[in-house]
Nanobody, 120 residues
């Protein structure tokens, strides 16, 4: 089975930056970052596949968030810049075979999530 561990969340001021990491035990999978704020549905943010093709699903983060993967360390990153209070959420990484998806029901494996709080 695929194991995922998310790291890097924390408290940051508006306009600040964070880099989230997702360490994956098996790396030939598509990885999507999801986020879920209290009282809201979990939404797909960005995905990268094994060929390093990437998609951004959330219009609100385009131009601010960048997904990447390091094949040596088996780590997928989400670099977040110009953070806004509305980015506050628990961020999860999830894995599925082959193709990227923004649908949480399409994913077989999930990390534990890491809290990102953007506040003054």
């Amino acid at each position: 089975d695929v194991q995922l561990q998310a790291y890097g969340g924390g408290l940051v001021q508006p306009g600040g930056s964070l880099r989230l990491s997702c360490v994956v035990s098996r790396f030939s999978y598509a990885i999507t970052w999801f986020r879920q704020a209290p009282g809201k549905e979990r939404e797909g943010v960005s995905c990268i596949d094994s060929g390093h093709n990437s998609w951004t699903y959330a219009d609100s983060v385009k131009g601010r968030f960048t997904i990447s993967r390091d094949d040596v360390t088996s780590t997928v990153y989400l670099e977040m810049t110009s953070l806004k209070p509305e980015d506050t959420a628990i961020y999860y990484c999830a894995a599925r075979a082959y193709r990227c998806s923004a649908s949480r029901t399409a994913f077989n494996y999930w990390g534990q999530g890491t809290q990102v709080t953007v506040s003054s």
